[in-house]
């Protein structure tokens, strides 16, 4: 029974990933494969306030959460953590 449910838990989280790499590609245009987990989010894909909070709004919609402001959004790992943390 509990190899079935984590598989079933792992399977889930993948899920989630591939659906926040899509919602974060979507914004820009950037093929998820380019998508890497320690991407920052300025820096490397030059993403500026307005994107990450259409990004926070997306999730917000997509997976039914609530992301408060102080919540701070670094990586594109930072966005795939939180959601799978918080995703129900």
Known sequence: MFVATTSTAQAASKTIEQQVLRIISKR?????VRLRRTANLSRDLRFDTVDLVDIILELERNFHITVPDEV????????VRYVTAHAA
């Open 28 to 32: 820009k245009a950037i093929k998820t």
């Open 72 to 79: 701070p959004f670094y990586t594109v790992g930072d966005f």
